[in-house]
């Protein structure tokens, strides 16, 4: 790996403050929503707490750890260039991507398990059973299969960081991105649309029923978001620690070029 510094470049220059600034906002809005929830069941609806209520702490469990790996992340010096780390650098770049990978996968997968479960409460009496067991599948492929690539990307493992060793990995990364990307937008759309004939059928007036279907529409501006970072692909040469912060601050699980042998 080339690590020679191009002509005129400013090592100096850093994006960190922007890291820690959208990491640690994003996570504070998680706790918050969680908090809120969990208060609103609790001390407002007196509903007392279900499997939902369960899974969604299992999720902010799973992305308080990769909070704190993307801040370990920055503090090892991504958002800084990589030339000023040399290899060091860029072994602990890919140590915590890996932990990243997976515990970003992990929170995916809750969060939109804490949803199906929230849809099969309060819509018990329907047939939406069926389609959620089927998301329900998607889900659990599309995650195991992202975190088996993720550990196995590198054989050994640890070739994927320790460039003392010989190791062979063969995940190409464009396509590893695409391929788990993917599933994850169309199970994000299929999880904002599943609700909707359900809501319309609900005995509700047609101004909540507009309303409570104008409510999940919005998470459409959300769910369009990765198409972008999926579009805009991936340079094979670029400096993993500085470019690849376009991708870090999209809040999506940070990706880098991997050694490939």
């Known amino acids: 790996m080339d690590l020679t510094p191009p002509a005129g470049i400013d090592l100096n220059a850093s994006r960190q403050p922007q890291l820690y600034a959208t990491y640690s906002a994003t996570y504070g809005l998680a706790v918050i929503a969680v908090a809120l929830r969990l208060l609103c069941r609790l001390n407002i609806s007196k509903a007392g707490l279900w499997w939902d209520d369960y899974i969604i702490c299992v999720a902010l469990a799973t992305a308080t750890g990769n909070f704190v790996d993307m801040i370990i992340w920055v503090e090892r010096g991504v958002g800084t260039h990589i030339y000023k780390w040399r290899l060091t650098g860029v072994s602990h770049f890919y140590i915590n991507l890996f932990v990243c990978e997976i515990l970003y996968t992990l929170s995916l997968c809750f969060n939109k398990y804490s949803i199906l479960l929230f849809f099969w409460r309060i819509f018990k009496f329907t047939n939406i059973r069926i389609p959620i067991y089927v998301l329900a599948s998607i889900i659990t492929a599309w995650g195991l299969g992202v975190i088996l690539t993720t550990v196995f990307q590198c054989v050994p493992i640890q070739g994927l960081w320790d460039y003392s060793i010989s190791a062979h990995c063969g995940v190409k990364i464009n396509e590893f991105f695409i391929g788990n990307a993917v599933p994850n937008i169309i199970t994000d759309w299929a999880l904002l649309i599943l609700p909707l004939p359900y809501v319309w059928k609900s005995q509700r007036t047609a101004v909540q029923k507009i309303a409570l279907c104008g409510a999940f529409a919005m998470g459409g501006f959300w769910y369009g978001r ?36």
Request: charge should be negative.
């Open 226 to 261: 990765p198409l972008a970072s999926v579009k805009s692909g991936y340079r094979p040469d670029y400096d993993i620690h500085m470019d690849g912060i376009n991708m870090t601050t999209s809040v999506d699980v940070e990706r880098g070029p991997r050694r490939n042998e």
